[in-house]
C-alpha cells in the first residue's frame, strides 16, 4: 500500500534523512521517501503488517507534525 502525509516542520535534508531511517526500520515498511520542500513523506507499506497509526507516530516521535 501506498500513502502520502503531509508534514510539517521538515527544514532541512537532515529532516528528510531522520524521517526516511526512521520509518524503514519500522517493521512493514518497504520504502519512505521524504522532502523537505514539499512537506511530504510518502510510505510504501504492508498494511497487514503495519497501520498508518504507527506511521504517523514514528513520525511525530522525530520531532515533526503530521497535517490532519
Do not use: P, W
Not at 528528510?16 to 519512505?32: H, S, T
Not at 504517523?56 to 507534525?65: D, S
Request: aromatic share 4%; with cysteine; proline share 0%.
Amino acid at each position: 500500500m501506498k500513502s502520502e502525509l503531509q508534514v510539517s516542520g521538515m527544514s532541512c535534508a537532515g529532516c528528510q534523512l531522520l524521517v526516511k531511517e526512521a520509518l524503514e526500520e519500522v517493521k512493514g515498511v518497504r520504502l519512505a521517501e521524504a522532502s523537505f520542500r514539499d512537506g511530504v513523506v510518502a510510505v510504501d507499506y504492508d498494511h497487514e503488517a503495519v497501520n498508518m497509526a504507527t506511521i504517523k507516530a514514528v513520525i511525530e516521535e522525530q520531532g515533526f507534525k503530521v497535517q490532519a
